[in-house]
Protein backbone atom coordinates (compact mmCIF):
# COMPACT_ATOMS: atom_id res chain seq x y z
CA UNK A 1 0.00 0.00 0.00
CA UNK A 2 1.00 3.51 -0.96
CA UNK A 3 0.64 6.45 0.71
CA UNK A 4 -1.86 8.81 -0.89
CA UNK A 5 -0.55 12.10 -2.36
CA UNK A 6 -2.82 14.13 0.17
CA UNK A 7 -1.18 12.77 3.90
CA UNK A 8 2.41 13.56 2.83
CA UNK A 9 1.25 17.26 2.20
CA UNK A 10 -0.89 17.06 5.18
CA UNK A 11 2.02 15.76 7.03
CA UNK A 12 4.40 18.30 5.79
CA UNK A 13 2.69 21.03 7.08
CA UNK A 14 2.11 18.61 10.61
CA UNK A 15 5.85 17.98 11.16
CA UNK A 16 7.74 21.10 10.00
CA UNK A 17 7.61 22.28 13.22
CA UNK A 18 10.70 23.82 15.58
CA UNK A 19 11.28 26.35 12.89
CA UNK A 20 7.91 27.90 13.54
CA UNK A 21 8.85 28.09 17.33
CA UNK A 22 12.27 29.74 16.09
CA UNK A 23 10.07 33.10 14.41
CA UNK A 24 9.53 33.71 18.42
CA UNK A 25 12.92 35.43 18.80
CA UNK A 26 15.90 36.50 17.04
CA UNK A 27 18.23 33.97 16.73
CA UNK A 28 22.11 34.24 15.86
CA UNK A 29 23.68 32.61 12.60
CA UNK A 30 24.70 28.89 13.43
CA UNK A 31 28.43 28.79 13.83
CA UNK A 32 30.44 25.82 15.11
CA UNK A 33 31.26 26.38 19.03
CA UNK A 34 35.01 25.91 18.16
CA UNK A 35 37.10 25.24 21.13
CA UNK A 36 36.23 25.63 24.42
CA UNK A 37 37.58 28.84 26.29
CA UNK A 38 39.92 28.36 28.77
CA UNK A 39 39.01 28.72 32.39
CA UNK A 40 40.04 31.89 33.31
CA UNK A 41 43.16 32.26 36.07
CA UNK A 42 43.23 34.35 39.37
CA UNK A 43 41.17 35.88 41.74
CA UNK A 44 37.36 35.80 41.57
CA UNK A 45 34.81 38.41 42.48
CA UNK A 46 31.42 37.68 44.01
CA UNK A 47 28.82 40.10 43.07
CA UNK A 48 25.24 40.58 44.36
CA UNK A 49 22.13 41.57 43.45
CA UNK A 50 19.09 43.19 45.74
CA UNK A 51 16.18 44.60 45.32
CA UNK A 52 17.39 48.22 46.53
CA UNK A 53 21.04 48.88 45.35
CA UNK A 54 23.45 49.33 48.01
CA UNK A 55 26.20 47.99 50.15
CA UNK A 56 27.82 47.27 47.27
CA UNK A 57 25.10 45.13 45.46
CA UNK A 58 23.46 46.13 42.12
CA UNK A 59 19.29 46.58 41.37
CA UNK A 60 19.19 44.94 38.34
CA UNK A 61 20.78 41.34 37.59
CA UNK A 62 21.77 42.68 33.98
CA UNK A 63 23.68 45.48 35.67
CA UNK A 64 25.79 42.88 37.70
CA UNK A 65 26.03 40.51 34.51
CA UNK A 66 27.65 43.85 32.57
CA UNK A 67 30.25 44.19 35.66
CA UNK A 68 30.93 40.63 35.63
CA UNK A 69 34.45 39.68 33.95
CA UNK A 70 35.02 35.54 33.17
CA UNK A 71 34.48 33.20 36.29
CA UNK A 72 33.08 35.68 38.53
CA UNK A 73 29.82 34.81 40.45
CA UNK A 74 26.77 36.52 40.76
CA UNK A 75 24.13 35.77 43.98
CA UNK A 76 20.54 37.17 43.13
CA UNK A 77 18.26 37.68 46.19
CA UNK A 78 14.91 36.48 46.29
CA UNK A 79 12.30 38.17 44.50
CA UNK A 80 10.21 38.71 41.73
CA UNK A 81 12.62 40.09 38.63
CA UNK A 82 10.89 42.50 35.67
CA UNK A 83 14.13 41.55 33.63
CA UNK A 84 15.61 38.53 31.02
CA UNK A 85 19.32 38.59 31.46
CA UNK A 86 21.63 38.14 28.55
CA UNK A 87 24.94 36.38 29.29
CA UNK A 88 27.06 37.12 25.60
CA UNK A 89 30.35 36.37 24.48
CA UNK A 90 33.87 35.08 25.91
CA UNK A 91 34.08 37.74 28.58
CA UNK A 92 31.34 35.89 30.67
CA UNK A 93 32.54 32.61 30.04
CA UNK A 94 32.32 30.26 33.41
CA UNK A 95 30.33 33.29 35.05
CA UNK A 96 27.80 31.82 37.69
CA UNK A 97 24.41 32.88 38.24
CA UNK A 98 22.74 31.46 41.54
CA UNK A 99 19.37 32.47 42.47
CA UNK A 100 18.38 30.12 45.61
CA UNK A 101 19.25 25.97 44.16
CA UNK A 102 17.08 24.65 47.30
CA UNK A 103 14.17 26.88 46.46
CA UNK A 104 14.15 28.55 42.56
CA UNK A 105 10.48 29.09 43.07
CA UNK A 106 11.94 32.14 44.84
CA UNK A 107 13.80 33.99 42.62
CA UNK A 108 11.49 34.77 40.03
CA UNK A 109 12.55 36.22 36.38
CA UNK A 110 9.10 37.30 35.09
CA UNK A 111 8.57 38.78 31.55
CA UNK A 112 5.16 40.40 32.38
CA UNK A 113 4.97 43.45 31.06
CA UNK A 114 8.14 43.92 29.38
CA UNK A 115 7.73 45.62 25.56
CA UNK A 116 7.32 43.04 23.10
CA UNK A 117 9.94 44.79 20.80
CA UNK A 118 12.47 44.79 23.77
CA UNK A 119 15.68 41.83 23.39
CA UNK A 120 14.50 41.20 27.63
CA UNK A 121 11.12 40.19 26.78
CA UNK A 122 12.35 37.38 24.96
CA UNK A 123 14.44 35.10 27.41
CA UNK A 124 14.76 34.47 31.13
CA UNK A 125 18.33 33.88 30.26
CA UNK A 126 20.18 33.98 27.36
CA UNK A 127 23.58 32.47 27.36
CA UNK A 128 25.35 33.13 23.52
CA UNK A 129 29.03 32.45 23.00
CA UNK A 130 29.86 32.31 26.71
CA UNK A 131 31.44 28.57 27.24
CA UNK A 132 31.09 26.81 30.81
CA UNK A 133 27.99 29.38 32.35
CA UNK A 134 26.03 28.30 35.24
CA UNK A 135 22.80 29.35 35.87
CA UNK A 136 21.31 27.34 39.34
CA UNK A 137 18.29 28.27 40.95
CA UNK A 138 15.87 30.34 39.76
CA UNK A 139 12.35 30.44 37.63
CA UNK A 140 11.55 31.89 34.46
CA UNK A 141 7.84 32.49 33.49
CA UNK A 142 5.73 34.34 30.55
CA UNK A 143 8.55 35.11 28.75
CA UNK A 144 7.88 35.54 24.64
CA UNK A 145 10.66 32.68 23.24
CA UNK A 146 12.15 30.64 26.39
CA UNK A 147 12.93 30.34 29.86
CA UNK A 148 16.61 28.87 29.58
CA UNK A 149 18.12 29.11 26.43
CA UNK A 150 21.83 28.41 25.44
CA UNK A 151 23.19 29.13 22.25
CA UNK A 152 26.49 28.70 20.32
CA UNK A 153 28.52 27.71 23.54
CA UNK A 154 30.95 24.66 24.54
CA UNK A 155 29.58 23.50 27.85
CA UNK A 156 26.84 25.24 30.16
CA UNK A 157 25.26 23.53 33.52
CA UNK A 158 21.13 24.51 33.67
CA UNK A 159 20.00 23.32 36.98
CA UNK A 160 17.80 23.87 39.78
CA UNK A 161 15.34 25.80 37.29
CA UNK A 162 11.75 26.24 37.01
CA UNK A 163 10.41 27.35 33.44
CA UNK A 164 7.25 27.90 32.66
CA UNK A 165 4.78 29.51 30.38
CA UNK A 166 6.81 30.30 27.77
CA UNK A 167 6.50 31.19 23.44
CA UNK A 168 8.49 28.03 22.71
CA UNK A 169 10.92 26.54 25.13
CA UNK A 170 11.36 26.11 29.02
CA UNK A 171 14.96 24.82 28.88
CA UNK A 172 16.69 24.63 25.59
CA UNK A 173 20.27 24.55 24.08
CA UNK A 174 20.68 24.99 20.29
CA UNK A 175 24.04 24.69 18.15
CA UNK A 176 26.40 23.83 21.25
CA UNK A 177 27.90 21.01 22.85
CA UNK A 178 28.36 19.63 26.01
CA UNK A 179 26.15 20.28 28.20
CA UNK A 180 24.10 19.60 31.66
CA UNK A 181 20.54 19.70 32.43
CA UNK A 182 19.43 19.05 35.91
CA UNK A 183 16.70 19.25 38.25
CA UNK A 184 14.54 21.02 36.97
CA UNK A 185 10.78 21.55 35.92
CA UNK A 186 9.42 22.81 32.86
CA UNK A 187 5.46 22.76 32.83
CA UNK A 188 2.65 24.97 30.78
CA UNK A 189 5.28 25.91 27.56
CA UNK A 190 3.70 26.13 24.19
CA UNK A 191 6.31 24.27 22.28
CA UNK A 192 8.26 21.55 25.11
CA UNK A 193 9.67 21.52 27.78
CA UNK A 194 12.84 21.07 27.14
CA UNK A 195 14.55 20.76 23.63
CA UNK A 196 18.41 20.38 22.44
CA UNK A 197 18.79 21.39 18.80
CA UNK A 198 21.05 21.03 15.98
CA UNK A 199 24.19 19.81 17.81
CA UNK A 200 27.42 19.81 15.42
CA UNK A 201 28.68 17.00 14.20
CA UNK A 202 32.31 16.24 16.91
CA UNK A 203 34.98 13.41 16.34
CA UNK A 204 35.45 13.64 19.91
CA UNK A 205 31.99 13.80 20.79
CA UNK A 206 31.19 15.71 24.02
CA UNK A 207 27.31 14.49 25.81
CA UNK A 208 24.72 16.81 26.99
CA UNK A 209 23.15 15.33 29.60
CA UNK A 210 19.47 15.74 30.95
CA UNK A 211 19.15 14.06 34.13
CA UNK A 212 16.38 14.56 36.87
CA UNK A 213 14.09 16.88 35.51
CA UNK A 214 10.16 16.98 35.57
CA UNK A 215 8.14 18.30 32.15
CA UNK A 216 4.37 18.11 32.24
CA UNK A 217 1.51 19.77 30.81
CA UNK A 218 3.55 21.48 27.72
CA UNK A 219 2.87 20.39 24.04
CA UNK A 220 6.26 18.04 23.90
CA UNK A 221 8.00 17.16 27.20
CA UNK A 222 11.15 17.07 25.19
CA UNK A 223 11.72 17.83 21.59
CA UNK A 224 15.19 16.91 20.03
CA UNK A 225 15.53 18.36 16.26
CA UNK A 226 18.88 16.82 14.93
CA UNK A 227 20.10 16.61 18.47
CA UNK A 228 23.44 14.37 18.72
CA UNK A 229 25.23 12.90 21.78
CA UNK A 230 22.23 13.46 24.13
CA UNK A 231 21.36 11.03 27.19
CA UNK A 232 17.92 11.60 28.73
CA UNK A 233 18.30 9.50 32.39
CA UNK A 234 16.20 9.44 35.70
CA UNK A 235 13.65 11.97 34.71
CA UNK A 236 9.59 11.86 34.36
CA UNK A 237 8.25 12.98 31.80
CA UNK A 238 3.76 13.11 31.82
CA UNK A 239 1.08 15.11 31.13
CA UNK A 240 2.46 16.01 27.56
CA UNK A 241 1.18 15.67 24.48
CA UNK A 242 3.98 13.73 23.44
CA UNK A 243 7.07 12.66 26.14
CA UNK A 244 9.97 12.49 24.09
CA UNK A 245 10.52 13.31 20.22
CA UNK A 246 13.95 12.84 18.84
CA UNK A 247 12.90 14.33 15.12
CA UNK A 248 15.34 14.79 12.09
CA UNK A 249 14.11 18.18 10.00
CA UNK A 250 15.71 20.29 7.48
CA UNK A 251 14.73 23.44 9.31
CA UNK A 252 17.80 23.37 11.21
CA UNK A 253 21.43 21.93 10.67
CA UNK A 254 22.89 18.80 11.14
CA UNK A 255 20.39 16.55 10.27
CA UNK A 256 19.81 13.67 11.80
CA UNK A 257 19.52 13.17 15.05
CA UNK A 258 21.88 10.37 16.01
CA UNK A 259 24.07 8.71 19.36
CA UNK A 260 21.38 9.50 21.68
CA UNK A 261 20.15 7.48 24.91
CA UNK A 262 17.01 7.71 26.28
CA UNK A 263 17.57 5.26 29.58
CA UNK A 264 16.01 4.64 32.92
CA UNK A 265 12.49 7.37 33.02
CA UNK A 266 9.11 7.63 33.89
CA UNK A 267 6.97 7.92 30.50
CA UNK A 268 3.63 8.17 31.59
CA UNK A 269 0.32 9.58 30.64
CA UNK A 270 1.18 11.66 27.91
CA UNK A 271 -2.67 12.80 26.74
CA UNK A 272 -3.10 15.97 27.30
CA UNK A 273 -4.91 17.22 24.53
CA UNK A 274 -3.72 20.94 24.30
CA UNK A 275 -6.12 21.27 21.05
CA UNK A 276 -9.38 21.87 23.52
CA UNK A 277 -7.66 23.78 25.72
CA UNK A 278 -4.74 24.92 27.34
CA UNK A 279 -3.23 27.77 30.23
CA UNK A 280 -1.23 29.01 28.05
CA UNK A 281 -1.68 30.77 24.55
CA UNK A 282 -1.41 28.11 21.64
CA UNK A 283 1.35 29.68 19.00
CA UNK A 284 1.58 28.28 15.21
CA UNK A 285 3.73 25.59 16.75
CA UNK A 286 1.10 23.79 18.44
CA UNK A 287 -2.46 24.62 16.29
CA UNK A 288 -0.77 24.46 13.32
CA UNK A 289 0.81 21.09 14.07
CA UNK A 290 -1.26 18.35 14.62
CA UNK A 291 0.77 16.22 16.50
CA UNK A 292 -0.62 12.61 17.52
CA UNK A 293 -1.39 13.24 20.94
CA UNK A 294 -0.89 10.37 23.69
CA UNK A 295 2.62 9.08 22.56
CA UNK A 296 5.46 8.27 25.32
CA UNK A 297 8.28 8.41 22.79
CA UNK A 298 8.52 8.57 19.38
CA UNK A 299 11.22 8.41 17.09
CA UNK A 300 10.95 10.88 13.93
CA UNK A 301 13.85 9.59 11.52
CA UNK A 302 16.68 9.16 14.61
CA UNK A 303 19.77 6.71 14.07
CA UNK A 304 22.15 5.24 16.63
CA UNK A 305 19.48 6.03 19.65
CA UNK A 306 19.29 3.54 22.48
CA UNK A 307 15.82 2.91 24.15
CA UNK A 308 16.15 0.85 27.46
CA UNK A 309 15.19 0.40 30.75
CA UNK A 310 12.51 3.33 30.78
CA UNK A 311 9.06 2.55 32.62
CA UNK A 312 6.39 3.67 29.70
CA UNK A 313 2.92 3.50 30.72
CA UNK A 314 -0.73 4.99 30.62
CA UNK A 315 0.09 6.49 27.46
CA UNK A 316 -3.23 6.13 25.30
CA UNK A 317 -1.96 5.83 21.54
CA UNK A 318 1.27 4.39 21.99
CA UNK A 319 4.02 3.66 24.26
CA UNK A 320 6.68 4.12 22.05
CA UNK A 321 6.63 4.62 18.11
CA UNK A 322 9.30 5.32 15.28
CA UNK A 323 8.68 6.43 12.22
CA UNK A 324 10.80 7.29 8.97
CA UNK A 325 11.36 10.98 8.43
CA UNK A 326 8.61 10.27 5.54
CA UNK A 327 9.50 14.42 4.82
CA UNK A 328 13.20 14.25 3.70
CA UNK A 329 12.76 11.63 1.00
CA UNK A 330 12.03 14.09 -1.98
CA UNK A 331 13.86 16.87 0.04
CA UNK A 332 17.07 15.43 0.74
CA UNK A 333 17.18 13.40 -3.11
CA UNK A 334 17.52 17.24 -4.32
CA UNK A 335 20.04 18.58 -1.69
CA UNK A 336 22.36 20.13 -4.40
CA UNK A 337 20.12 22.04 -5.70
CA UNK A 338 18.72 23.34 -2.43
CA UNK A 339 20.68 25.34 -0.28
CA UNK A 340 18.94 24.85 3.21
CA UNK A 341 19.32 20.76 2.39
CA UNK A 342 22.47 20.03 4.55
CA UNK A 343 21.21 16.29 5.64
CA UNK A 344 22.62 13.08 4.34
CA UNK A 345 21.24 11.56 1.62
CA UNK A 346 20.04 8.98 4.09
CA UNK A 347 18.77 11.58 7.21
CA UNK A 348 15.39 10.38 6.80
CA UNK A 349 16.14 6.79 7.86
CA UNK A 350 14.98 4.41 10.75
CA UNK A 351 19.16 3.27 11.43
CA UNK A 352 20.31 1.03 14.55
CA UNK A 353 18.01 2.36 16.84
CA UNK A 354 17.82 -0.69 19.51
CA UNK A 355 14.78 -0.66 21.90
CA UNK A 356 15.55 -2.82 25.03
CA UNK A 357 14.42 -4.00 28.23
CA UNK A 358 11.88 -1.60 28.58
CA UNK A 359 8.50 -2.13 30.75
CA UNK A 360 5.34 -0.88 29.56
CA UNK A 361 2.12 -1.10 31.49
CA UNK A 362 3.03 -0.78 34.92
CA UNK A 363 2.72 -4.29 35.27
CA UNK A 364 -0.65 -4.36 34.17
CA UNK A 365 -1.70 -1.32 36.74
CA UNK A 366 -1.45 1.61 34.20
CA UNK A 367 -1.72 0.04 29.95
CA UNK A 368 -0.32 1.75 26.91
CA UNK A 369 -3.43 2.04 24.33
CA UNK A 370 -0.52 0.64 22.32
CA UNK A 371 2.88 -0.55 23.60
CA UNK A 372 4.89 -0.15 20.20
CA UNK A 373 5.06 0.77 16.74
CA UNK A 374 7.39 0.45 14.21
CA UNK A 375 7.30 1.11 10.44
CA UNK A 376 9.73 -1.45 9.43
CA UNK A 377 11.96 1.27 7.69
CA UNK A 378 15.20 1.88 8.13
CA UNK A 379 18.28 -0.63 8.69
CA UNK A 380 19.59 -2.12 11.76
CA UNK A 381 16.58 -1.71 14.25
CA UNK A 382 16.02 -4.16 16.89
CA UNK A 383 13.84 -5.18 19.68
CA UNK A 384 15.27 -7.39 22.70
CA UNK A 385 13.62 -8.07 26.21
CA UNK A 386 10.49 -5.46 26.39
CA UNK A 387 7.98 -6.21 29.03
CA UNK A 388 4.48 -5.57 26.75
CA UNK A 389 0.92 -6.25 27.76
CA UNK A 390 -0.70 -4.08 25.26
CA UNK A 391 -1.31 -4.42 21.49
CA UNK A 392 1.36 -3.33 18.92
CA UNK A 393 1.41 -2.21 15.84
CA UNK A 394 1.66 -3.88 13.18
CA UNK A 395 -0.55 -6.31 15.47
CA UNK A 396 1.35 -9.18 14.03
CA UNK A 397 4.43 -7.76 15.77
CA UNK A 398 6.54 -8.52 12.11
CA UNK A 399 8.62 -5.23 12.19
CA UNK A 400 9.97 -5.81 15.78
CA UNK A 401 13.28 -7.63 14.35
CA UNK A 402 15.42 -9.15 17.13
CA UNK A 403 18.36 -8.15 18.13
CA UNK A 404 21.17 -10.09 16.86
CA UNK A 405 24.94 -10.09 15.57
CA UNK A 406 24.70 -8.86 12.13
CA UNK A 407 21.58 -7.28 12.70
CA UNK A 408 18.98 -9.09 10.75
CA UNK A 409 17.39 -6.60 8.45
CA UNK A 410 14.35 -4.42 8.58
CA UNK A 411 11.09 -4.32 6.18
CA UNK A 412 9.18 -1.26 5.83
CA UNK A 413 5.50 -2.15 6.44
CA UNK A 414 3.46 0.34 4.78
CA UNK A 415 0.44 -0.26 5.97
CA UNK A 416 2.03 0.15 9.23
CA UNK A 417 2.94 3.61 8.18
CA UNK A 418 -0.05 5.03 6.80
CA UNK A 419 -1.89 3.86 10.07
CA UNK A 420 0.33 5.76 11.93
CA UNK A 421 0.24 8.65 9.39
CA UNK A 422 -3.23 8.93 9.38
CA UNK A 423 -3.11 9.22 14.00
CA UNK A 424 -1.23 12.41 13.08
CA UNK A 425 -3.34 13.77 10.29
CA UNK A 426 -6.46 11.66 10.19
CA UNK A 427 -8.38 12.22 13.47
CA UNK A 428 -9.76 16.24 14.15
CA UNK A 429 -10.29 15.27 18.00
CA UNK A 430 -6.91 14.00 18.36
CA UNK A 431 -8.33 11.21 20.55
CA UNK A 432 -10.14 9.38 17.86
CA UNK A 433 -7.28 6.79 17.57
CA UNK A 434 -6.83 6.25 21.42
CA UNK A 435 -7.44 3.18 23.44
CA UNK A 436 -7.83 4.72 27.14
CA UNK A 437 -7.27 2.34 30.51
CA UNK A 438 -7.46 3.42 34.29
CA UNK A 439 -4.25 5.27 35.60
CA UNK A 440 -2.83 4.05 38.52
CA UNK A 441 -3.02 6.52 41.16
CA UNK A 442 0.10 8.56 41.66
CA UNK A 443 0.65 10.86 44.78
CA UNK A 444 0.51 14.83 43.95
CA UNK A 445 -0.36 14.35 40.48
CA UNK A 446 -3.42 14.23 38.91
CA UNK A 447 -3.77 12.95 34.92
CA UNK A 448 -4.10 15.41 32.28
CA UNK A 449 -6.32 15.46 29.43
CA UNK A 450 -8.56 17.92 29.03
CA UNK A 451 -7.96 21.11 30.66
CA UNK A 452 -9.91 23.17 32.94
CA UNK A 453 -8.68 26.64 32.50
CA UNK A 454 -9.67 28.10 35.86
CA UNK A 455 -6.77 30.51 35.74
CA UNK A 456 -5.03 31.98 32.19
CA UNK A 457 -2.27 30.34 33.73
CA UNK A 458 -2.97 26.93 35.26
CA UNK A 459 -5.60 23.65 34.89
CA UNK A 460 -8.01 22.50 37.81
CA UNK A 461 -6.42 19.51 39.10
CA UNK A 462 -3.08 20.18 38.24
CA UNK A 463 0.05 20.57 40.65
CA UNK A 464 0.89 24.33 40.03
Known amino acids: MRLTRALPAALAAALLVPAAAHAATSYPPPREPGKVTPRPTGKHRTLCVERKAGRGCFARIQDA ?19 GVQIKGPGKSY ?11 RVVLDGTGLKRSDIAAQNGVKIEGADGVTVNGFTARNFLANGFFAVNVNGYTLTNLI ?10 AFNSVGGTMSRSEAYYNNDSGFYIGQTPKQTRPKRSIVTHVRAWGNVLGFSGTNMRYVTITKSEWFNNGLGIVPNALLSELYAPPEDNVIVDNDIFWNNFDYYAAAPFKLGASATGTPYPVGVGILLFGSQGTRVERNRIYGNYLVGYGALEQLLLKGDVADEKKRAKAKADADAYELQDNVVRGNAFGLGGKDL ?3 DLFYDGSGR ?4 EGNALLSPTTPADGSTFTPCATPPAANALN ?6 AVNWAVGDAT ?8 PHAAKPGIAALERCVVVKKSSCRGQRR
Open 65 to 83: VDAAKAGDTIKVARGVWRE
Open 95 to 105: LRLIGDPKRPG
Open 163 to 172: AARTGAYGVY
Open 368 to 370: NGR
Open 380 to 383: GNCF
Open 414 to 419: SAAQLE
Open 430 to 437: HEAFWLKH
